[in-house]
């Protein structure tokens, strides 16, 4: 259970990136088949779960940021 807690926000973010990336391909998309990203559902998903990953992994509360002086 810890470990759902622990990346909980950063596996909310892959799956919403995920749902997104499926629904521009499948709404928005590119019909000619020339867009290495929108044409192909697989790759729009990766690449915006991807994006939901990292922006999932960026809310971090609790941690302190310690800036070292040099």
Do not use: H
Not at 44 to 67: A, P, Q
Request: glycine share 14%.
């Amino acid at each position: 259970m810890s470990y759902f807690r622990q990346y909980f926000w950063r596996i909310v973010g892959a799956l919403l990136g995920v749902l997104g990336g499926f629904l521009y391909w499948r709404f928005i998309g590119c019909s000619s088949g020339s867009c290495p990203i929108t044409s192909n559902p697989y790759m729009s998903m990766f690449w915006f779960g991807l994006i939901g990953l990292l922006l999932g992994s960026s809310n971090k509360k609790g941690e302190k940021r310690v800036d070292r002086q040099e």
